[in-house]
């Protein structure tokens, strides 16, 4: 082994991380705007480095992670389960609990049955892995969620990539398949970095046409957009033709973990057959009475859903009438690109000196000049939390001339 940094051999399976220096050079220019640790939070705000922030970055869409409900579901079943289930599902790691919210959450999706995963990521990778093999093509949307990318990757199945929500490409794609194949659809329902909402009309118009099925992951849309919070295939009234969709716990169920529902026939396959189901430890028993907790109260409380649009639609208008660019967001998930990298962790940082925490996303997750941050909201946010934000947006902006006073962006964008 070398005995120094400077002594590793470009041939050594560490050189990438020796010489991997970008982190240091940002935090040496005091724009490092990611691993911020949380000190206190109450949802809407959080304590960082000492002092009160307003969240604008969270994924707690119904704003429920301290809602006093919740945490006294969660308390209450440690006093009877314990920590852990030290195992997994598959064996010693199955409670009364979990079959419980897998009927719960099948009957709310309006399908025939649910299986449950440890992380929203596993979920997805789990599920497509497990459904498709050698023998059939995947047709992926180019801005799928990474656990997306790597179920693809694992599964051995011929994937071929569209671009974002370009259907006449999807069916050039598709009318190239082999016809005896095997064929699935996969997208998200709602873009994690767009917070645009996928074509799902056409998607089930192709899916039908090609004899192929449609999986959908909705981890940003259930409980937050569609009929009653039942995400993007409700939108449009199409859940019964939509074969399999997925959703985490870490966003609106104010929890971890994930699902999948679908045809009884299919979700047992997936239950027996999937190594991350089967090889991980199951969901604590504190997540799973969280998740119970929120999906009841997201049933109950149908304003927390109409609130939440209502303050995507005021936050939208409101920084595009600013002169930002928005992109095409139709969600709580509103992008403000700003283009160039650093351009990007100076403006994150202004927002953060001036009372604003928001996310700095920069490639390879969004196109090369195209950094922007991600803002996203809350049903929780007060009318005073949001024109705080807009006040700070509007101060750093005309400040670092990205907009200007008049409403025009200053940015030249390819």
């Known amino acids: 082994m070398a005995d120094s940094k400077s002594d590793v051999k470009s041939n050594d399976i560490f050189a990438k991380a020796y010489d991997f220096t970008k982190a ?43 809602d006093p409900r919740v945490i006294e579901a969660a308390t209450e079943v440690l006093k009877v389960y314990g920590t852990g289930c030290t195992g997994s599902r598959y064996l010693n790691g199955t409670l ?47 801005d799928n969620h990474a656990c997306i990318v790597t179920g693809t990757l694992v599964s051995n199945a011929k994937t071929m990539r569209f671009q974002h929500n370009d259907m006449e490409q999807l069916e050039m794609l598709m009318n190239r398949a082999e016809e005896d194949a095997g064929k699935i659809i996969v997208s998200d329902g709602v873009f994690s970095m767009s917070g645009t909402i996928a074509n799902v009309p056409e998607l089930v118009q192709l899916k039908n046409k090609y004899d192929a099925r449609l999986y959908l992951d909705d981890a940003h849309a259930i409980g937050v957009i569609g009929e009653g ?18 959703g985490t716990f870490s966003k609106s169920f104010a929890s971890l973990g994930g699902f999948l529902v679908g045809d009884h026939e299919v979700i047992e396959y997936i239950r027996h057959n999937s190594p991350a189901h089967i090889f991980s430890a199951s969901m604590p028993p504190a997540n799973v009475a969280t998740v119970l907790k929120a999906l009841e109260i997201l049933q109950d409380e149908t304003w927390r859903l109409e609130r939440l649009d209502e303050i995507s639609n005021y936050m939208r208008e409101s920084l595009r009438d600013m002169g930002f660019n928005v992109w095409s967001s139709q969600t709580p998930i509103i992008p403000v690109v700003i283009g160039e990298m650093m351009d990007c962790f100076k403006f994150w940082k202004g927002l953060f000196e001036a009372g604003v925490y928001v996310n700095a996303v920069v490639p390879p997750g969004v196109p090369r000049g195209q950094s922007l941050v991600r803002t996203s909201y809350m049903a929780t946010h007060t ?15 005309i400040e670092q001339g990205i907009i200007d006073q008049n409403g025009h962006s200053l940015l030249e964008m390819d």
Not at 25 to 36: N, R, V
Not at 383 to 397: E, M, N, Q, S, T
Request: charged fraction near 30%.
């Open 24 to 66: 240091e050079e940002i935090k040496s220019k005091g724009l490092y705007p990611y691993f911020k640790p949380l000190q206190a939070t109450d949802g809407t705000t959080v304590q960082i480095d000492g002092r009160e922030v307003i969240m604008a970055g969270s994924n707690n869409y119904l704003g429920l992670t301290n």
């Open 96 to 142: 009364d609990l979990h079959i419980e919210l897998e009927e719960k959450l099948a009957e709310f999706m309006r399908k025939d049955s649910c299986v449950l995963f440890s992380t929203g990521y596993q979920t997805n990778e789990g599920a497509i892995q497990t459904i498709a093999g050698r023998k059939d093509v995947i047709f992926s949307d180019k």
């Open 229 to 246: 919070g039942r995400g993007s295939a409700s939108t449009f009234d199409l859940l019964d033709e939509v074969d399999l969709i997925s």
């Open 383 to 397: 009318d005073d939390h949001l024109d705080r934000i807009l006040d700070a947006f509007r101060k750093v902006g």
